[in-house]
């Protein structure tokens, strides 16, 4: 079955810091790749997708992910962080196989200091 | 486009009652998505609908919850009797036919069983 981790819980950083996020899956086929943001109260959204192509995606806020078909990873990143970045991120993949439902990561709760 | 709408925002009810939830998809979007989302954790898939047809359910606490999609537009969701671990958001989606885009995502319902 397909599993997405997401390595850390919680990660607490000071405004104008960099971030990485990590994301690996388990699946060897053809996979889409997302990564969705929940600010404090506010609902799911996008923050950027994979599909094919370019490995290296730009998302919405200044956030890219780079997608390492051998490590089985979609990273997510920005290089300097604002307290308006504090939110949960997770991580989610879908593929033709999974009837294209999404599969989950537990979530990351990023904290930033201002 | 407008969003996925939900309704209500927020519901506390005592154990043991009934509660129901409403969705109102984008328009065209084929798929429709009920997901639990537990404080701390990953949505959850309830249950997924192709039109009015039922795709997968099989998470669904069906002795307590119940959905339908008539017409294959809006959709409830209803919970009955309700216990105290069904608190949590509950997320409606929909996506495009045949998807691997992504979802969008409505503003959820949070619901308090006390």
């Known amino acids: 079955a397909q599993s997405v981790s997401q390595h850390n819980h919680h990660v607490i950083l000071s405004e104008a810091a960099s971030l990485e996020l990590g994301c690996n899956y388990s699946y060897g086929g053809t996979v889409n790749l997302f990564w969705y943001v929940q600010y404090p109260g506010q609902h799911l959204q996008l923050l950027l997708k994979y599909f094919s192509g370019d490995p290296l995606v730009k998302g919405i806020k200044g956030f890219e992910a780079e997608f390492i078909k051998s490590k089985f990873s979609f990273n997510l990143r920005k290089p300097s962080v604002q307290w308006s970045d504090t939110a949960e991120y997770f991580c989610?993949?879908?593929?033709?196989?999974?009837?294209?439902?999404?599969?989950w990561g537990a979530g990351t709760k990023l904290i930033i200091k201002p | 486009e407008a969003g996925v709408a939900q309704s209500p925002r927020y519901k506390i009810i005592e154990k043991r009652q009934s509660v129901a939830f409403w969705c109102n998809p984008i328009s065209g979007h084929a798929t429709l998505y009920w997901y639990q989302q537990i404080l701390g954790q990953g949505p959850k898939l309830l249950i997924q609908f192709q039109n009015n047809g039922v795709v997968d359910d099989s998470q669904l606490p069906k002795d307590r919850f119940s959905a339908e999609r008539l017409k294959g537009v809006d959709s409830t969701l209803k919970i009955q009797p309700a216990k105290l671990e069904d608190s949590a958001v509950y997320l409606c989606a929909s996506s495009g036919q045949g998807s691997g885009y992504g979802y969008t995502f409505g503003s959820g319902t949070r619901l308090t069983v006390v």
């Open positions: 989610a993949v879908n593929s033709m196989d999974s009837n294209y439902q999404l599969i």
